[in-house]
């Protein structure tokens, strides 16, 4: 197995929704914000070289939203999902499965292109990939809620299914095993209605794609919980059960979203679950 970091992008969002009721005096120290009180947010994918499967882990915002749209985020830097697969020697074409922690349109918006000019067919990115996502998230991104309707764009995930490439994992209980060689993913419900965090056996090591379980190392004391969360309280009991496994077994967290942060590890402190080191991954392979 080979692993290999893919920036999709930046982007800015609110900093006190991204941080909920956490005053700005507090999460400020770690996510310093703009005139406009935007902060700068990575969007992180993963590409796992495993025999003759080239999986790649979320896929970023994409590019075919309208321009009106796009002005609310404030997309810049010089990274793109296309340049580098192409500086890691890939094409869209070569992979063969997208896992999509979920369908909120940071993360999969990028699954979806136009297939025309005139911007009036779409059609998937990745023409030989395996989309993968879990039945209960699927009806609820295709149903949404009114909280969540605005991140929840039937552009980027309605051509997956009607493409016939999209595959549902099935989810038992909170972990569910060996969904594919050397993963397991951990079902969380307080960011939205079953969230896929996937984590990886590599060489001994354990690395968890920490999606939006964990937007930043700012993110790690319990009370830091994104305002965009359905189930704030929910997202607490879930954050602390999984940075103590995370802490206990040394688990590698892979931070989609920290601008700064590839990676990080946690441990066990008087004041709970704190953060150890920082560290890009390839430190750690």
């Given at each position: ?40 947010w990575s ?67 990028g ?57 549902y ?43 939006d379980?964990l ?71």
């Open positions: 197995m080979k692993l290999h970091v893919v920036n999709t992008g930046n982007f800015k969002l609110d900093g006190g929704a991204m941080f909920g009721v956490v005053p700005k005096t507090l999460w400020e120290r770690t996510n310093p914000a703009d005139e406009k009180n935007m902060c700068t969007m992180r994918s993963l590409l796992i070289e495993d025999g003759d499967r080239l999986m790649l882990i979320d896929c970023g915002i994409g590019d075919k939203q309208s321009e009106k749209f796009f002005s609310h985020y404030y997309l810049h830097g010089d990274d793109s999902l296309d340049g580098n697969l192409k500086k890691l020697g890939f094409s869209r074409d070569d992979i063969t499965d997208v896992f999509l922690t979920h369908l909120h349109f940071d993360h999969c918006g699954a979806v292109e136009w297939a025309n000019d005139d911007h009036t067919h779409t059609r998937t990115t990745f023409k030989n990939a395996h989309f993968w996502s879990n039945e209960l998230h699927w009806k609820w991104a295709t149903e949404p809620n009114a909280r969540e309707k605005a991140s929840f764009l039937k552009e980027n995930i309605l051509p997956i299914q009607e493409s016939g490439q999209l595959k994992i099935e989810r038992n209980g909170r972990i569910t095993e060996k969904v594919f060689p050397n993963m397991d993913v951990f079902f969380a419900d307080g960011h939205t209605e079953s969230q896929m965090i996937p984590i990886l056996n590599y060489n001994g090591k354990k690395i968890a794609f920490m999606a379980l937007p930043s190392t700012g993110h790690i004391p319990l009370p830091y919980v994104m305002g965009y969360d359905t189930r704030p309280l929910l997202t607490l009991d879930e954050k602390g059960q999984f940075l103590n496994k995370c802490a206990d077994e040394e688990i590698i967290m892979f931070l989609e979203h920290d601008s700064v942060n590839e990676c990080c590890t946690v441990q066990h402190t008087e004041k709970g679950v704190r953060l150890k080191d920082t560290f890009k991954l390839e430190e750690v392979l």
